[in-house]
Nanobody, 122 residues
Framework: VQLQASGGGSVQAGGSLRPSCAASGGTFSDYTMGWFRQAPGKEREFVAL????????RYADSVKGRFTISRDNSKNAVYLQMNSLKPEDAAIYYCAGARGLWPTSQSSYNYWGQGTLVTVSS
């Protein structure tokens, strides 16, 4: 599976962005799709996931209530609606695919996109 993330950008605090991730080369609906992020000098961390075969979502505590993950299996795409952005949300955002049901560990994800940069100014 090949993943291509896009839709990052630069916003002021309180603003919104909606990165997307397009998948190709596999059966998209077979994969749990996740978003991770990595800020400068920090380790990559889990942000959100949307399970395969159902409608289970999970979020990191730091983004609950502000971010919403969605997927469109007919378009082989997953999205991350990010509202009320904070400077600490600035990072490179990666989409990833996993065979598991709802893994939050990045080691469970076999397929990764190249990342899209999100910057948030205060």
């Amino acid at each position: 599976v090949q993943l291509q993330a896009s839709g990052g950008g630069s916003v002021q605090a309180g603003g919104s962005l909606r990165p997307s991730c397009a998948a190709s080369g596999g059966t998209f609906s077979d994969y749990t799709m996740g978003w991770f992020r990595q800020a400068p000098g920090k380790e990559r961390e889990f942000v959100a996931l949307f399970s395969r075969g159902g409608d289970i979502t999970r979020y990191a505590d730091s983004v609950k209530g502000r971010f919403t993950i969605s997927r469109d299996n007919s378009k082989n795409a997953v999205y991350l609606q990010m509202n009320s952005l904070k400077p600490e949300d600035a990072a490179i955002y990666y989409c990833a695919g996993a065979r598991g049901l709802w893994p939050t560990s990045q080691s469970s994800y076999n397929y990764w996109g190249q990342g899209t940069l999100v910057t948030v100014s205060s």
